[in-house]
Structures are given as C-alpha cells and as structure tokens.
C-alpha cells in the first residue's frame, strides 16, 4: 500500500490556520482519500493533558525550555502513535501546527538557539518531516481583527502565548518566512490576506506541488 502523505499548517494567531484544515480534509475526503486530522500541541491524550499545561496560567510560568520540552513531549507522543501509524495505513495527515512553529516560538520568538532546537525537534519527530506545509502569512493588524472577531464569537480569551507582546509576533512573522525561503521545496507561503474561499483557491493550487 502506498504510504499517505503528510500535510502541515504554520503561520501566527488568526491567520486561518484552523478554518483551511477543515476545507482541506472535506475536499480530500471527497476525492476519496482517507484522512486524519490532528493539531498541535494535542492529538492524543496525553497530548492534549500537554496542551492544557501549556495553556495554564501559573504564578510561576514555565521558563523557555520547559516549555520547549512540554512542547516536543507532546510532539513524541503524537508522531509515534497517531501519524506514523497513518502514514503507514496509506491515510493522508494534516495537522494543524507542527515543527516549524516550534522554530518559529521558541527559537525565533523565544531566543533560544537554532542548533539545539534542530537536533531536539528531530529526536521528539522520530525523525518525520512533512511531505509538504502551507505557511499562511497575513499582516498582523488582519490576524488581530480575525482574533478578536474569533474572540467575540465564541466568548473565549486570548491565552499566555496569543497574548505575547508586538514585537514577540513580528519576530515569529519574519521567522516562518526565513524558514520558507530556506525550504521552498517543502514549505509554501500563501497569501492569507482576503476571503476564506481566496486563501482556499490558493492552497488548493498549491496542493499540486505535493511529491
Ligand atoms: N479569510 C478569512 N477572512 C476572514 N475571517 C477569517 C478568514 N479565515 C479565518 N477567519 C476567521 O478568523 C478567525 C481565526 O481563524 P482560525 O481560527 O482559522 O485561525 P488559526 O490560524 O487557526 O488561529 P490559532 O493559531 O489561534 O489557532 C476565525 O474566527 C475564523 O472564522
Ligand atoms: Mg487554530
């Protein structure tokens, strides 16, 4: 049986992340491939006991590489029993968040450094690197107004991470797009700005690309 492919979301808060997921695992599944959707940090769980954690408020908020290690521990956890298991069933993944953002928080928001994350994050993935991974990019004013209107909606507040300050968000930003123009084989910026049926035309052209 051939193996399933593995699709990745990435960009900031707001950016539609979560709301290009879902149209993309319906239209697969309309062309009749199984598919598997999952998030992170989450998935399973254990995974999901993680997410908590990390969406916690603490007097005490966790330093820099707790929360890195929090992070990938949940990764572990996810690619071990839920994508590998998949991939190898022939079932296409997406999932919702994955390495890159991890690069992007901790390495280029955070500050901590590149080569420890690089050698860490391949341990935690087993080694697993996405077939391919739609970068959303929008303007940071966009991704405010998407939040608060998500805000307003389902009466939820923003969490320790969203509500990290300008800067923090400029520098995930400028992250995520070194990252694609380091890997522009795997990694595909697309123009979050607009309608979701624009952003959704755009992914799907893109999805052409897949190996
Ligand atoms: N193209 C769009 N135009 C207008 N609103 C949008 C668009 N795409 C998504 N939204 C809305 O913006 C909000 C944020 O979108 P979504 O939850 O998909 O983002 P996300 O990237 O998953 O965010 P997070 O990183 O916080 O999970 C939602 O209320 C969603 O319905
Ligand atoms: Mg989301």
């Given at each position: 049986m051939a193996r399933g492919r593995f699709i990745t979301f990435e960009g900031g808060e707001g950016c539609g992340k979560s709301t290009q997921v879902k149209r993309l695992k319906a239209e697969l599944e309309a062309s009749g491939i199984e598919v598997v959707l999952t998030r992170e940090p989450g998935g399973t769980r254990l995974a999901e006991l993680i997410r908590g954690l990390l969406k916690e408020e603490f007097e005490d908020p966790p330093c820099d590489r707790c929360e890195l290690l929090l992070f990938l521990a949940a990764r572990a956890q996810l690619v071990k029993n839920v994508i590998i298991p998949a991939l190898d069933a022939g079932r296409w993944v997406i999932s919702d968040r994955f390495s890159d953002s991890t690069f992007a928080y901790q390495g280029y928001g955070r500050g901590l450094p590149l080569d420890v994350l690089r050698a860490a994050n391949g341990f935690a993935c087993w080694g697993l690197v996405p077939d391919l991974t739609f970068l959303l990019d929008v303007d940071p004013e966009t991704s405010r107004l998407r939040m608060r209107d998500r805000e307003t909606a389902t009466g939820t507040a923003a969490d320790r991470i969203e509500r990290a300050g300008d800067d923090f968000h400029r520098r995930l930003r400028e992250g995520f797009a070194e990252m694609a123009a380091e890997d522009p084989a795997r990694i595909v910026k697309i123009d979050?700005?607009?309608?979701r049926d624009e952003v959704w035309e755009r992914i799907w052209t893109s999805l052409k690309r897949i190996p």
């Open positions: 979050a700005s607009g309608t």
